[in-house]
């Protein structure tokens, strides 16, 4: 069962958070029966209790209003005013102190400006707030806390919202409906330039300049934006280097054939004998 709650408590949460723009640390309005509960069932530190609810830091806010009501209802709830006299003070703008109810949805307004979760055991008081846009609230039953699931009125406000911001607004169209009655002059006036170049002659270039000039000009007064030009992907030729020719074995052993023939013309130099020794024989027979 606590997966499920919890479960259920992060898909209210993630509601409020996109559609209403809440934002931790949370701020929390409680009235005078929910602290009163929260000590009876001893759920204290209330900010921890709260805290594990909503997975975030909590800041706990009361009014004015709240406090002089559990001080009129005397002795039996003497803790539960000492207890709320340690929560911050939310601003409550009326001079005289009212019921606490009607001070909580003053502070709360018509579509909860401040981001308040409101906590209360008071059941009127909860419905009162179901159909105010981007409320979430919180009661407490024994000794655990819940968050209200999704009322048929939140809901259905905030898909009247998202589909009124798919159609433009009074203002976006008329914007919209000057900026085409611009372009559709400003292509007028770009036909006119052309049959007027055409007609011309050639040697008529500095009055075609001119009027080319002009029709920039206007273009650019009108705010009007030229279409972008792509460059299209043309076949590129083949790699050069893959088109070389191989080269052949002969010519790659060729040079080194030739370094090996001088070395060997340098090496094989044959020494010149003398034949002196041969003569005297030959004077002997």
Do not use: W
Not at 34 to 51: E, Y
């Amino acid at each position: 069962m606590k997966v499920k709650k919890q479960k259920r408590h992060r898909k209210i949460l993630t509601f409020y958070t996109a559609c209403f723009g809440f934002r931790k640390p949370f701020k929390v309005l409680c009235d005078g029966t929910f602290v009163h509960h929260l000590l009876v069932n001893r759920l204290t530190p209330a900010d921890t209790a709260l805290g594990n609810i909503l997975s975030a830091t909590v800041k706990l806010f009361t009014t004015r209003c709240v406090l002089a009501e559990l001080k009129r209802l005397g002795s039996s709830y003497s803790e539960a005013l000492d207890a709320a006299h340690k929560l911050m003070v939310a601003r409550c703008e009326h001079d005289k102190c009212t019921s606490a109810d009607a001070c909580i949805m003053e502070v709360v307004g018509e579509k909860n400006s401040e981001h308040f979760f409101v906590a209360s055991q008071d059941t009127d008081l909860r419905k009162k707030l179901q159909e105010v846009p981007g409320v979430p609230l919180i009661y407490g039953l024994r000794n655990a806390l819940f968050l209200e699931p999704l009322s048929a009125f939140q809901r259905q406000y905030v898909k009247t919202s998202e589909e009124g911001r798919l159609h433009m607004t009074e203002k976006e169209y008329h914007t919209f409906k000057d900026r085409v009655t611009n372009r559709l002059t400003g292509e007028e006036i770009n036909n006119s330039i052309t049959e007027i170049m055409e007609n011309e002659d050639s040697g008529d270039q500095t009055i075609n300049v001119q009027a080319v000039k002009k029709s920039i000009t206007a273009r650019n007064l009108m705010e009007i934006k030229d279409k972008p030009q792509f460059k299209r992907k043309r076949a590129k030729g083949p790699n050069p280097l893959s088109c070389k020719k191989k080269k052949s074995e002969n010519q790659k052993i060729g040079p080194l054939k030739e370094m090996k023939g001088d070395d060997t013309v340098k090496r094989s130099r044959k020494r010149k004998r003398s034949h002196k020794r041969k003569m005297p024989t030959e004077t002997g027979s």
